[in-house]
C-alpha cells in the first residue's frame, strides 16, 4: 500500500488564487521530504529538499516566496503555490525516504494544477 | 556533464518478451545508488529496484534485474517476459552519497509500449 500520501490530486482554479498541496509519510516519520514538478513528456525537476523543523533548500531558479515549503511536523510537508499564475500549472509530486542511504524515496501520487 | 544518461527516444517490445532499457550515469562519488522507478499514465512513482555501488552483484526484483557495469558506469534495466501493464515511462536515477538530504536526480525517462 501507499507509504506517502498526497492531496489534493487534481486541482483547477482562477489565475491570482493561492493552493496548498499536503505530503504525509503514513507509517514511518520522514526528517526529509522532497518537492518535484513535472511537465508532460519530461523528468522529475527538484524544486525544493524539506527538512522538518528548519527552512527548505530551494534549488537554483526556484522562487522562494512563489513556491512555500512548510515541514512543521515529521509525517507532514505542505507546498503552497502562492498567487498562481498559467505558466505555474504542471503536475507537482512530493517524495520521502525512511532512514539514509540505500532506501528508496516513496512518491506520492501527485498532484495535477491547473491554473485558468 | 549530464548526471544520468537515458538516450533511447522510445521502446517497444512484443508480450512475453524480454527489454532492456539503458541508462549511464556519471558521478566522482565513491558512494551512490541507483534506482528504477516506472511511472504509468496516471502519475504516480513506483519503486522497481535499487543497486548500490559497492554491491557485488547485480540487484534482482522479480521480473526486474538491473545489469550494473561500474567500469563503464551504466546500470540498464531488464524486464523479463513483458507484460501489457508494464507499457509506461521508466525512469533512471542516481543518489551521490548517503546523507539525509542527499538528493536524487532523474534521467530523462524512456517510454516502453508493449505490445499484444
Known amino acids: 500500500g501507499a507509504v506517502v500520501s498526497q492531496h489534493p490530486s487534481w486541482v483547477i482554479c482562477k489565475s491570482g488564487t493561492s493552493v496548498k498541496i499536503e505530503c504525509r509519510s503514513l507509517?514511518?516519520?520522514?526528517?526529509?521530504m522532497f518537492w518535484y514538478r513535472q511537465f508532460p513528456k519530461q523528468s522529475l525537476m527538484l524544486m525544493a529538499t524539506?527538512?522538518?523543523?528548519?527552512?527548505?533548500?530551494?534549488e537554483q531558479g526556484v522562487e522562494k516566496d512563489k513556491f512555500l515549503i512548510n515541514h512543521a511536523s515529521l509525517t507532514l510537508s505542505t507546498l503552497t503555490v502562492t498567487s498562481a499564475h498559467p505558466e505555474d500549472s504542471s503536475f507537482y509530486i512530493c517524495?520521502?525516504?525512511?532512514?539514509?542511504?540505500?532506501?528508496?524515496?516513496?512518491f506520492g501520487d501527485g498532484t495535477r494544477l491547473s491554473i485558468l | 556533464a549530464q548526471k544520468i544518461t537515458q538516450t533511447q527516444p522510445g521502446m517497444f517490445v512484443q508480450e512475453k518478451e524480454a527489454v532492456t532499457l539503458d541508462c549511464t550515469y556519471d558521478?566522482?562519488?565513491?558512494?551512490?545508488?541507483l534506482f528504477w522507478y516506472k511511472q504509468p499514465s496516471s502519475g504516480e512513482m513506483i519503486f522497481l529496484i535499487y543497486?548500490?555501488?559497492?554491491?557485488?552483484q547485480n540487484a534482482t526484483e522479480g521480473r526486474y534485474s538491473l545489469n550494473f557495469q561500474k567500469a563503464r558506469k551504466s546500470a540498464n534495466l531488464v524486464i523479463s517476459a513483458s507484460q501489457l501493464g508494464d507499457s509506461a515511462m521508466y525512469f533512471c536515477?542516481?543518489?551521490?552519497?548517503?546523507?539525509?538530504?542527499?538528493?536524487?536526480?532523474f534521467g530523462k525517462g524512456i517510454t516502453l509500449s508493449v505490445r499484444p
Open positions: 558521478t566522482s562519488d565513491p558512494s551512490y545508488g
Open positions: 524539506s527538512n522538518e523543523g528548519s527552512k527548505a533548500t530551494y
Open positions: 536515477a542516481m543518489r551521490e552519497g548517503a546523507g539525509a538530504n542527499s538528493k536524487l536526480t
Open positions: 507509517d514511518f516519520q520522514a526528517t526529509t
Open positions: 543497486q548500490g555501488s559497492y554491491d557485488q
Open positions: 517524495s520521502a525516504r525512511r532512514g539514509i542511504s540505500n532506501q528508496p524515496q516513496h
